[in-house]
Structure formats: C-alpha cells, structure tokens
C-alpha cells in the first residue's frame, strides 16, 4: 500500500492529519508503513498533481476523501467528518479507508 501525504507550509492542518494517519496505521498494525510526504510549492506543482488543498492523502494514488467538488490550488482543504468541518479526517475516517 502507498501512503501519500500532500501539503504546503502555508498550511498547518497537515500535522494533525500526519499525527491522526500514524495513530490508524499503528492501530492497524501498519505502523512500519512508509509514508511520502509531498511538499507541494507552486500553483503550477498544484495543477501536477491535482492538489486538492493541504492535507491531501492518497491511497495507491487514490484520494478517497475527493468528492468531486474540490478546487485544485495552494489552499487549506477542509474535511466532512462526524464533528463537522475540520482541517484533517479523523483518526476513524483513516481506519475505514486503509482497512
């Protein structure tokens, strides 16, 4: 399985998201998994790599959170979770996709 993380320093939401995917990863006894973190700098590397805003996660190159509806850009992307809105998918959210 190839774990991806995408973000940009302007965006903080991708540590909580690296905290929240290490926790599910270790839940599911993963927790040697590698993980490639992709600092992404410009518009142009954005438009690449269809960001869809900081956090992006993907699994073997899938985003499971996309719904569609997302702009690609240097943006802080927000996620639909149990709670409400927030900067990251939960610790749950996590489990369900990798398992």
Do not use: H
């Not at 954005?46 to 850009?73: C, H, M, N, Q, Y």
């Amino acid at each position: 399985m190839r774990v991806e993380v995408l973000y940009f320093d302007g965006c903080p939401n991708w540590k909580v998201a690296d905290v929240r995917l290490a926790e599910a990863l270790r839940t599911l006894g993963r927790d040697g998994s590698a993980v490639e973190y992709v600092r992404v700098e410009t518009a142009e590397e954005a438009d690449e790599l269809k960001f869809l805003g900081s956090p992006t996660i993907r699994i073997d190159g899938a985003d499971p959170f996309a719904s569609g509806g997302e702009s690609v850009g240097l943006a802080c992307r927000v996620y639909a979770t149990p709670g409400g809105l927030a900067g990251s998918p939960t610790t749950a959210q996590l489990l369900e996709v990798l398992s």
